[in-house]
C-alpha cells in the first residue's frame, strides 16, 4: 500500500509537466485547430538551449538555467510558427501538419549534431531534500517541478482570463471571424498562442531535465505521445482538462511502473487512451455539444 | 409521404425546431417558409438524420425513419439539397453523379463487383438523362468546382436526383439566382412534380413559392404558426405579423 | 549494382508503406497507424517462414491478411473520432502495437538454434532469401512485384466508382451521407485495404532485411507513410512513388555525401515543401 501510494504521489508531481506539454498543445488547438507536432521537441529544444548559459557563465546557478531555457522555449515557439503555420494556407490541414513534423525532425537532429548525441547532465535544485512522514517521502526535486509547475499554470490563467491578450486568445478560439470582426488581429494572437506556449514548453523542459537528471534527444518522441495523450484525455482545447490528464497519466504510469515494469508502462497508458476514446472521447472536460 | 408529430430539436436552451406536427402528401409541392432562424433548415436537417431529433417522430410511407442513420433514409428515399451548395469539387460533374446513384434500385441492378470496381459502361443513361435534364451535358468532365454558381446549384439538383428519390428536399434553391434562373427553377421543379417525385421546397424567394407549391407551412421561432394554400397564407394575418415584424425589428 | 538493388528495394518497402496511407488519406483520414500494420506484418511474415517453415509467397499473404484484419478491427472505434483526435488514436495505436513487440517473446528451437521475437532484442535470423539462394537482383524484382501490384490495384481503385466515393468522402463527410454513401463502410474498407497493402510491406521488410525489432516501427515510420502521399500529391499513385524515390533515394542516399547534416537538410526540406507546395508535388487538388 505504500509503494502504491508513493508511486502515486511521485508520478502526480512529474505529471505536472506532462500538464504543462498537454496545455501547449491544447491552447494551439484551441486557437487554430491545429496540432503543433514539434512542440514536445521545442520544448527539449528549449531545455538544451538554457544549457547554454552555462557555457557562458560556468557554475551559474540552476534557477538561471532554468529561465534561460523559459526564454529560449518562447523564442522557438516563434520559430515553429513562422516555419510552420505563418505562409501555409489555413486551409491546408494535412500541409501544417507535415511542416510541423519536419520541424520536429530537424529540432531532433539539431540536438544530435550539436551534442553528438550524448545525453546532457542538467542542474538540479533540492535534490538532497527529502520530506518524510514515516516511510513515505516526498522529493524535493520533483517538488519543486510540482511548485513551478503550479505557479506556469497559475501565470497562464491570470494570461489568459486578466489580460486584454487572454480575451483576444479566447475570443479568437471561440469565433475566429467575429474576433477578426472586432479588430482583433488574428496573426497577432496566433504568433503570441504560439510564444506563450512556447514559454510553458521551454520551463517544461527544464523541468524535466532537472528531475532525470539529464537531456537527450530520445525524449522528444515519447514525450509528442504523452503530451498529445494527455491533451485528448483532457479533452482537446481545454486548459483545465490538460492539466488533470497531466497528472492522472504520470500518477497512473507510475503506478503501472511499479507493478508491469518500466517495458510494459506505456503500453497500459495506451490502454488508458483507448478507454477514453470508446467511454468518453470528448475528454474528461468535454465540451457540450453546441449548434452543428 | 412524410409526416412530422410533435417534432422538437433543442440547442441548449435554443429551440430551433419545438414541436412541429406536418403532413406532406405525395406528389404534393409543400412549402416550408419562415423568417430566418425560424427552424427550417434544423427541420429538414432533422429529416435526413443529420440532426437527431430532441423528441417527436418522423414517419415517411407510413414508417417511423426516427433510427436510421442518415444514408439509409437516402436509400428509403429522401434526397435533399444544401443551402449552401455541398458539391464534391473535386470530382467531375459526371463523377459527382455517379457517387450519388445509390437508390436501393440501382443497388439491386448490379453485382458488388460490377458496381463498386466496374468501369463507367453500366450507368451511362441514367446520368446522361439527368445531364440533359440539368443542361450540363455539355461540362460533364469538368470539376464540380470549376462550375458557375447558376450550375453548381443545377448539378446539386441533379445529385440528389440521381438518388431516385420518392420526396426531395430543398433549401433555398432559389438563393443568389437571378429571375430568369428562377423560371427556369420552376419549370424543373414542376416537372419533376409530373414525374411523381414530392417535394419540399423551403425558400425565401416568394414569387417562386407562391408560384409552385400546393400547400405552405409557415415557422418563425422554430414552431408552425399557419398552413394553408399559397392564397390562405398570403392573407394570414400571423404570417403578415411574422414577416413585417421580423422586419421591423 | 548491388547498392543500387538495395536502394530499389528500399524504395519499393517505402512506396507499399506510403500507398497504404495513400488510400485512408483518399476519404480525408489522418492515419498514423500505418507503422502499426507494417509491424504486424513483419513479424506475421518472419514467424511463419522462419518457426513455421513456410514459404515467402503464402506468409505474404498471411501478412495481407493479418495487416487488413487489425486494420478493419482498429477501423471501427477509431473511425468514430474525426481529424486530429483521429490522428493522436492512431498514433497511440501504432504505439501501442509497437510496445507490444516490444514486450512480445515467442522463442522456438529451430535445428538446435532458439529462433523467433525476442522482446527487445528483436527478431533475428529470417533468413528466407540467403537460405534459399536469392541474388540481391531478384530479392528485388520479386519485391517490385508486389509494390506494381498495389499501384495497379489502386490505380483500378482510382478510376472505379469506388475510387470516386472514396474521395467524395474525404471531401464533404456531410455531403456524402446525404448522397447515401455509408461513411464507416467506406471509411473501414479504405482502413482495411490499406492495412492488407502495409501487412505485405512489412513481410517484405522483415526479409530483407533480416533483423526487425520494435524500435523499427516507431512514430517516425508512420510520419513517413504519410509524408509519401501528403509530399506527393493524392491526384495519383505515381506522386507516392515519386516522393518516396526523392525521400529515400535523393534525401537519404543521393546526399550522403553531406554526412550528419544530410539529417539537417531533411527536415528542413519537408518544411521549406510544405510552405511552398502546401497540396504536394503533384498537387492542385486542393483539400478542404
New interface residues.
Given amino acids: 500500500m505504500l509503494d502504491f501510494l508513493q508511486a502515486v504521489s511521485d508520478g502526480v508531481l512529474f505529471g505536472a509537466t506532462y500538464a504543462l506539454i498537454g496545455i501547449g498543445f491544447t491552447l494551439v488547438?484551441g486557437v487554430m485547430?491545429?496540432?503543433n507536432m514539434a512542440y514536445a521537441a521545442a520544448s527539449v529544444g528549449g531545455a538544451y538551449c538554457g544549457l547554454l548559459v552555462l557555457k557562458v557563465m560556468a557554475g551559474a546557478p540552476a534557477w538561471l538555467v532554468f529561465l534561460g531555457a523559459f526564454a529560449a522555449g518562447g523564442v522557438l515557439g516563434w520559430m515553429v510558427y513562422l516555419?510552420?503555420f505563418h505562409?501555409?494556407?489555413l486551409?491546408?490541414?494535412?500541409?501544417?501538419?507535415?511542416?510541423t513534423?519536419?520541424?520536429?525532425?530537424?529540432?531532433?537532429?539539431?540536438i544530435?549534431?550539436v551534442t553528438n548525441g550524448m545525453p546532457q547532465n542538467y542542474p538540479l535544485m533540492f535534490d538532497d531534500v527529502m520530506l518524510r512522514a514515516g516511510e513515505f517521502t516526498l522529493r524535493g526535486d520533483l517538488l519543486l517541478v510540482f511548485g513551478v509547475s503550479v505557479l506556469v499554470m497559475i501565470g497562464l490563467l491570470l494570461l489568459l482570463y486578466h489580460t486584454r491578450l487572454g480575451l483576444a486568445t479566447r475570443a479568437v478560439s471561440q469565433q475566429p471571424v467575429a474576433a477578426q470582426l472586432c479588430g482583433i488581429r488574428l496573426v497577432r494572437v496566433n504568433a503570441l498562442t504560439f510564444v506563450v506556449t512556447g514559454l510553458l514548453g521551454g520551463i517544461a523542459g527544464a523541468l524535466i531535465g532537472a528531475s532525470v537528471g539529464m537531456l537527450s534527444p530520445l525524449l522528444t518522441?515519447p514525450l509528442?505521445?504523452k503530451g498529445?495523450?494527455v491533451?485528448?484525455i483532457g479533452g482537446?482545447g481545454s486548459v483545465p482538462g490538460a492539466i488533470v490528464a497531466g497528472l492522472l497519466v504520470g500518477g497512473f504510469e507510475n503506478v503501472l511502473q511499479l507493478y508491469r515494469g518500466v517495458?510494459?508502462r506505456?503500453?497500459y497508458v495506451?490502454?488508458l487512451?483507448?478507454v477514453f476514446?470508446?467511454f468518453r472521447?470528448g475528454g474528461i472536460f468535454a465540451p457540450k455539444s453546441g449548434r452543428d | 409521404m412524410l409526416e412530422l408529430k410533435a417534432l422538437s430539436r433543442h440547442f441548449g436552451g435554443v429551440r430551433a425546431v419545438d414541436g412541429i406536427d406536418l403532413a406532406v402528401a405525395g406528389g404534393q409541392i409543400f412549402g416550408l417558409i419562415g423568417p430566418n432562424g425560424s427552424g427550417k433548415s434544423t427541420t429538414v436537417n432533422v429529416i435526413?438524420g443529420?440532426l437527431p431529433p430532441t423528441s417527436g417522430t418522423i414517419l415517411f410511407r407510413g414508417e417511423d425513419i426516427g433510427a436510421l442513420?442518415?444514408?439509409l433514409r437516402?436509400?428509403a428515399g429522401i434526397?435533399?439539397t444544401?443551402q449552401n451548395i455541398?458539391?464534391?469539387?473535386?470530382?467531375s460533374v459526371w463523377?459527382?453523379l455517379?457517387?450519388?446513384q445509390?437508390?436501393a434500385e440501382d443497388r439491386a441492378r448490379q453485382g458488388f463487383f460490377a458496381?463498386?470496381?466496374?468501369?463507367q459502361g453500366g450507368v451511362r443513361e441514367e446520368i446522361a438523362r439527368l445531364l440533359e435534364f440539368s443542361g450540363l451535358a455539355h461540362k460533364q468532365d469538368e470539376l464540380a468546382?470549376n462550375l458557375a454558381f447558376g450550375e453548381q446549384r443545377r448539378l446539386e439538383l441533379a445529385?440528389?436526383l440521381?438518388?431516385r428519390p420518392k420526396l426531395l428536399l430543398l433549401d433555398e434553391p432559389a438563393a443568389g439566382m437571378n429571375s430568369e434562373e428562377i423560371a427556369q427553377l420552376r419549370d424543373r421543379i414542376l416537372k419533376l412534380r409530373d414525374t411523381g417525385i414530392t417535394i419540399v421546397l423551403v425558400e425565401h424567394v416568394m414569387e417562386l413559392v407562391m408560384g409552385v407549391t400546393d400547400r405552405i407551412a409557415v415557422l418563425n421561432f422554430g414552431q408552425k404558426i399557419a398552413e394553408g394554400t399559397p392564397a390562405e397564407i398570403q392573407a394570414h394575418p400571423a404570417v403578415r405579423k411574422a414577416y413585417l415584424g421580423g422586419e421591423a425589428a | 549494382m548491388d547498392f543500387y538493388f538495395s536502394l530499389a528495394q528500399l524504395i519499393g518497402v517505402h512506396t507499399l508503406l506510403g500507398l497504404s496511407a495513400y488510400i485512408v488519406?483518399l476519404t480525408g483520414q489522418?492515419s498514423l497507424a500505418q507503422a502499426g500494420f507494417f509491424a504486424v506484418g513483419a513479424y506475421t511474415a518472419g514467424m511463419l517462414t522462419v518457426l513455421a517453415g513456410w514459404h515467402l509467397v503464402p506468409a505474404l499473404g498471411a501478412s495481407a491478411l493479418s495487416g487488413a484484419a487489425v486494420a478493419c478491427a482498429v477501423g471501427f472505434?477509431?473511425l468514430?473520432?474525426k481529424?486530429?483526435?483521429l490522428?493522436?488514436?492512431t498514433?497511440?495505436?501504432g504505439?501501442?502495437v509497437r510496445?507490444?513487440f516490444?514486450?512480445f517473446d515467442y522463442q522456438v528451437a529451430v535445428d538446435g538454434i532458439r529462433l523467433g521475437p525476442l522482446?527487445?532484442e528483436g527478431f533475428r535470423q529470417i533468413r528466407f532469401f540467403p537460405e534459399n539462394g536469392w541474388g540481391t537482383g531478384e530479392v528485388m524484382l520479386f519485391m517490385w512485384v508486389f509494390v506494381i501490384a498495389a499501384m495497379a490495384l489502386l490505380w483500378?481503385?482510382d478510376?472505379?466508382?469506388?475510387g470516386?466515393?472514396l474521395?467524395?468522402v474525404g471531401?464533404?463527410e456531410?455531403?456524402?451521407?446525404?448522397?447515401?454513401?455509408?461513411?464507416t463502410a467506406v471509411k473501414v474498407s479504405a482502413m482495411t485495404v490499406g492495412g492488407a497493402i502495409a501487412g505485405v510491406g512489412g513481410g517484405l521488410y522483415a526479409h530483407y532485411t533480416t533483423h526487425i525489432e520494435h524500435s523499427s516501427f516507431?512514430?517516425?515510420v508512420a510520419?513517413f507513410a504519410?509524408?509519401y502521399p501528403?509530399?506527393g500529391g493524392l491526384r495519383n499513385v505515381f506522386g507516392t512513388l515519386l516522393a518516396v524515390i526523392f525521400v529515400q533515394g535523393f534525401l537519404v542516399e543521393g546526399l550522403r555525401f553531406m554526412g550528419?547534416?544530410r539529417?539537417?537538410l531533411?527536415?528542413?526540406?519537408?518544411?521549406l515543401?510544405?510552405?511552398l507546395r502546401?497540396?504536394g508535388f503533384l498537387g492542385g487538388?486542393?483539400?478542404?
Fill in positions: 488547438f485547430h491545429k496540432i516555419t510552420c505562409f501555409i494556407p486551409s491546408s490541414p494535412l500541409a501544417t501538419l507535415m511542416s513534423v519536419g520541424m520536429l525532425l530537424l529540432i531532433d537532429e539539431v544530435v549534431h518522441l509528442t505521445v498529445l495523450i491533451t485528448v482537446l517495458t510494459e506505456d503500453l495506451m490502454l487512451l483507448f476514446l470508446v472521447p | 435526413t443529420l442513420p442518415t444514408h437516402l436509400r434526397a435533399r444544401f455541398r458539391l464534391f469539387g473535386q470530382l463523377q459527382n455517379w457517387v450519388a445509390n437508390s458496381r463498386w470496381l466496374g468501369g468546382a445529385r440528389a440521381a438518388a | 488519406l489522418v472505434p477509431a468514430r473520432v481529424g486530429l483526435m490522428v493522436i488514436a498514433l497511440a495505436f504505439e501501442g510496445l507490444f516490444f514486450n522482446g527487445g483500378w481503385f478510376r472505379s466508382r469506388y470516386s466515393v474521395r467524395a471531401e464533404d456531410l455531403a456524402a451521407q446525404s448522397v447515401g454513401i455509408n461513411l516507431n512514430i517516425l510520419t504519410i509524408a501528403i509530399l550528419d547534416w539529417n539537417l531533411f527536415g528542413a526540406l519537408i518544411v515543401a510544405m510552405n502546401p497540396s487538388r486542393r483539400r478542404a
